[in-house]
């Protein structure tokens, strides 16, 4: 079965650039879009974006300070710059599948805090 | 952007109960809703896909209705290890908003 796991700083200073990696064991990256997810007190549950080998897709109100690569064949990553207060959260990476013909999550890793402060 | 409102945010509740937890589009979505379950400490973890369709292994009691706008998460006879987030999340367009969630509390 798959498995993900996030890693990278659990700090980062304000302005600076937030980096994230996924490592996924158990499966193929091909056929599927691979996403970012973070969760945080006041914002809940939020997409950030997902990227697979036919393309990528980014959650507008990340105002294009987001990035997804696909680095090998079992990563990917999350860039997001000019990080402020309101990017502190915890992010996850999960596998996107199709269960019927709605598209959810499953499965996700563990998540890893990331908190934006001096 | 589609935007989701769950509610309530929050309700207590007694094992047994009958607990129902809705969660409404800015649009219409059509069946394209998913609920999460969320445990302290834990993942999401998908109870119904589609509106209505319950994943492998979630036990029966989960139930989901609705289309369009407005749908239900309905849970039929609350059980210790029921109480938990639940978030909605819709799949008819980018960005695939969540619901604020509902957290299910013990009365």
């Known amino acids: 079965q798959v498995q993900l796991q996030e890693s990278g700083p659990g700090l980062v200073k304000p302005s600076e650039t937030l980096s994230l990696t996924c490592t996924f064991s158990g499966g193929s990256i091909k056929n599927y879009y691979w996403t970012w997810i973070r969760q945080s007190a006041g914002k809940g549950l939020e997409w950030i974006g997902r990227i697979s080998r036919g393309g990528i897709h980014y959650n507008p109100s990340l105002k294009s300070r987001a990035t997804l690569s696909l680095d090998t064949s079992n990563r990917f990553s999350l860039t997001l710059n000019s990080v402020t207060a309101a990017d502190t959260a915890v992010y996850f990476c999960a596998r996107e599948v199709v269960l019927g013909s709605s598209v959810a999550f499953d499965p996700w890793g563990q998540g890893t805090l990331v908190t934006v402060s001096s | 952007d589609i935007q989701m409102t769950q509610s309530p945010s929050s309700l207590s509740a007694s094992v047994g109960d009958r607990v129902t937890i809705t969660c409404r589009a800015s649009?219409?979505?059509?069946?394209?809703l998913n609920w999460y379950q969320q445990k302290p400490g834990k993942v999401p973890n998908v109870l119904i896909y589609g509106a209505t369709n319950l994943q492998s292994g979630v036990p029966s009691r989960f139930s989901g209705s609705g289309s369009g706008t407005d749908f239900t998460l309905t849970i039929s006879g609350l059980q210790p290890e029921d109480f938990a987030t639940y978030f909605c999340q819709q799949s008819y367009g980018i960005p695939f908003n969540f619901g604020q969630g509902t957290k299910v509390e013990i009365k």
């Open positions: 649009q219409s979505i059509n069946n394209y």
